[in-house]
Each structure stands twice: as structure tokens, then as C-alpha cells.
């Protein structure tokens, strides 16, 4: 069944965070109720910060003990750097709300071997969700950025973590950094029940219309993205300044 896509386009930047922060938490409330637990993987970056932030204010009673919280990628730095995306999710998110330590599974970006990192974060995966060799997890909700180049996680356009189809976690060599980002593969990414894009700001407005309305070749690693059931793209209206409706 092909997935349902819906686009929602929202006024000031703030509607956009609060949409996404009610998003989680349906998906969070639906996924307990149903399987009694919530498997959400993060994403990183400057936009998410928001989101994270305003849960941590609106959802402290929310069931965090029943949350298992994950990295969709993360760059190639110990937990306290600044540019850690564990780091930005700790200050924004994780030291406020009464989350269990053992619900919080962290990418080890500190080792040195970035495909040792990887190779580690897929283990974890693999032992959480018990998955068979040949199987992916199923996530309840995957949150995605888009970079303006159109890349999402750390899957950027000509890496050749482009192509892989059969390990969950990769050490992605992007040449415009000169170093590994640690990232889901699309077969991960793909094989969520639920995954959401938050888009903000007037420099993404170029590749947001390209990535929803355009027909590229190669396709973006943006447009590379089809869960199983719900993908979401919610933008604030500067992000989304050049879409034709
Ligand atoms: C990262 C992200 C990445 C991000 C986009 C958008 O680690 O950088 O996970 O995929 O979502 O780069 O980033 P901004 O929100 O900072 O524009």
C-alpha cells in the first residue's frame, strides 16, 4: 500500500514546532496504546531544537517511561560537542523531561572508528528490536530534516550511503565536510510506520519545491524517502514560500 503523504503548511514558525510536538505525541499515545511502547528515532540539526524544547515544556506528564528514544544520525564527535546532536537533544529535551537513562539509546560518535560506531549502533538496534539477520525495525515515528542540498539524516546527495540496502547503520563519507556521519540507511528509514519532515525558513523555500513538486535525476535523498504507512512534510509558510498551492 503506497504510503499517505500530506503536506501542511503553517503561519509563523512557532504553529509549525507545536504541530510536530501533537504529532509526536499521537503517535507516542497510539503506538503505547497499541504495542505499550513508543520507538521514536531523532533528528539533529539547528530546526529540531524547537521541538524539543517545547516538549520538554508542554509534555512532562507525557509517557516517557514507556519511550524509547533513538539517533537517526549523528555526526563524527564526542556527546559534548558543540555540533553533537545528542548534545542539542540533551540540553533541549533530555535533562527536563523524566525520561529513564535505559530508554536512551545514544550513537557512540565518540570512538574513533567511525564504522566501528556504526557497527555498534546497529548492534544495539538489532538486540532492542530483536530483529532476525535479515530484518529492518519498524519505528513508530522517525523525524527527518532537510538540508539545503536536499539531503535528510546523514544521507547526502552522491554519498555512497545512497546505495546501501542491508545494513541499518552506516559511516557515511561526505566529501563537503571531509569527514563520516553516522546515519540510517533507507531501508531503516523506509521501514517506519510513521516519519515526519519539519521544514523552516525561507533558505529551504528552493528545495522544498524541488524535493515535493520536482522530478530529479538523480532524485534527491529527500525524495528517496516512502515509509510504510504515513509520511508527513509539515513547513512554515517561508519554507514553503515557492510551492504551487
Ligand atoms: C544533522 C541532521 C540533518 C538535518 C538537516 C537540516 O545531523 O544535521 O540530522 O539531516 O536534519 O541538515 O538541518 P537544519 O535543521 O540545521 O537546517
Redesign the pocket.
Known amino acids: 500500500m503506497p504510503c499517505i503523504r500530506i503536506i501542511e503548511v503553517l503561519p509563523p514558525p512557532n504553529d509549525l514546532f507545536r504541530a510536530a510536538a501533537e504529532e509526536f505525541v499521537r503517535a507516542g499515545r497510539a503506538a503505547i496504546a497499541e504495542r505499550g511502547r513508543f520507538t521514536v528515532a531523532l ?6 531544537r524547537s521541538l524539543y524544547s517545547l516538549l520538554a515544556q508542554d509534555q512532562a506528564d507525557f509517557s516517557w517511561s514507556q519511550t524509547f528514544l533513538f539517533f ?4 563524527h564527535v564526542p556527546p559534548d560537542h558543540p555540533e553533537s ?1 545528542y548534545r542539542m537533544v540533551k540540553e533541549s529535551l533530555l535533562s527536563k523531561v523524566p525520561i529513564p537513562a535505559a530508554n536512551i539509546y545514544r550513537i557512540h560518535a565518540e570512538m574513533p572508528d567511525a564504522d566501528a560506531a556504526a557497527a555498534d549502533y546497529e548492534q544495539q538496534l538489532r538486540k532492542f528490536f530483536e530483529l532476525r539477520p535479515d530484518e529492518f525495525p519498524v519505528f513508530d515515528l522517525i523525524l ?5 542540498d536536499g ?4 544521507l547526502f546527495p552522491g554519498s555512497d550511503g545512497l546505495k546501501e540496502q542491508s545494513r541499518l547503520v552506516i559511516a557515511n563519507w561526505v566529501d563537503k565536510f571531509k569527514a563520516h ?1 553516522l546515519t540510517f540507511t533507507f531501508p531503516v528509514l523506509n521501514n517506519a510506520k510513521d516519519l515526519m519532515f519539519r521544514v ?2 525561507e ?2 523555500s528552493k528545495m522544498a519545491i524541488l524535493v515535493l513538486e520536482g522530478k530529479n535525476t538523480p532524485p534527491f535523498p529527500a525524495q528517496q524517502i516512502e515509509p510504510k504507512n504515513h509520511l508527513a512534510w509539515v513547513l512554515d509558510k517561508a519554507a514553503a514560500a515557492r510551492l504551487s498551492n
Open positions: 533528528s539533529g540539526g539547528s530546526t529540531p537517526g544520525d549523528e555526526r546532536n527527518l530534516g532537510l538540508g539545503s539531503h535528510t539524516a546523514s556521519r523552516s525558513g533558505r529551504k
